[in-house]
């Protein structure tokens, strides 16, 4: 069981909006620690999405975004497109085990 | 722009141990703090440990401490991680990851993965 907790999956049209929910606790995400966002293709290595709760690296379209209020953090994605398939997770830094935790991860399907 | 490639893949029995290397390019390893992540088959990410630039020191999960060991080689610019009386679960893909940011910032490269398996 992940100290952050995701949804399994989510799915969505071609076009559509989705969010991705990350629940964490007054030790990771309740603590003001910031949350980063991975996207994670099979055979390929994760990529950052989103770093400090809500800011994109260059490159990553702005149909991605993120946000943080207290112990939950989610992450959007708009205009869904089917490049979009992958599992996504989000991470953190939880003072209790003095050390950085993903979530379970989210496999998103476009339907 | 960095570059992590890291070692071929392995196979071990029960009990052995496996080092796993990653070599930088385009910075050197001081530059760069070095974190471990592996996910397991049909499992997510996990944080195994790194390097704590601002402590000055290499943290590693609770889960593994005493039995993972990660180093540096600044002369070749290599990170290695070491894992040791390995288990069936322990199969997994191993990944270097760095940030370019301070420690708090999210691990923005990413080497290819190692695949590790570990049978009878």
């Known amino acids: 069981q992940s100290v952050l907790t995701q949804p399994p999956s989510v799915s969505g049209a071609p076009g559509q909006r989705v969010t991705i929910s990350c629940i964490g606790s007054s030790s990771s995400l309740g603590a003001a620690y910031d949350v980063h966002w991975y996207q994670h293709l099979p055979g390929t290595a994760p990529k950052l999405l989103i770093y400090g709760n809500s800011n994109r690296p260059s490159g990553v379209p702005d149909r991605f975004s993120g946000s943080k209020s207290g112990t939950s953090a989610s992450l959007a994605i708009s205009g869904l497109q089917a490049e979009d398939e992958a599992t996504y997770y989000c991470?953190?830094?939880?003072?209790?085990?003095?050390?950085?935790?993903f979530g379970g991860g989210t496999k998103l399907t476009v339907l | 722009q960095v570059e992590l490639v890291q070692s071929g893949a392995e196979v071990k029995k029960p009990g052995a141990s496996v080092k796993v290397s990653c070599k930088v390019s385009?910075?050197?390893?001081?530059?760069?703090?070095m974190h471990w992540v592996r996910q397991a088959p049909g499992k997510g990410l996990e944080w195994m440990g790194g390097f704590h630039a601002e402590e000055g020191e290499t943290i590693y999960a609770q889960k593994f401490q005493g039995r993972v060991t990660m180093t540096e080689d600044t002369s070749t610019d290599t990170a290695y991680m070491e894992l040791s009386s390995l288990r069936s679960e322990d199969t997994a893909v191993y990944y270097c990851?760095?940030?370019?940011?301070?420690?708090?910032?999210?691990?923005?490269?990413w080497g290819q993965g190692t695949l590790v398996t570990v049978s009878s």
């Open positions: 990851a760095t940030k370019g940011g301070d420690f708090w910032s999210g691990f923005d490269s």
């Open positions: 385009g910075y050197t390893l001081t530059e760069l703090p």
């Open positions: 991470q953190s830094y939880d003072n209790s085990l003095s050390g950085w935790v």
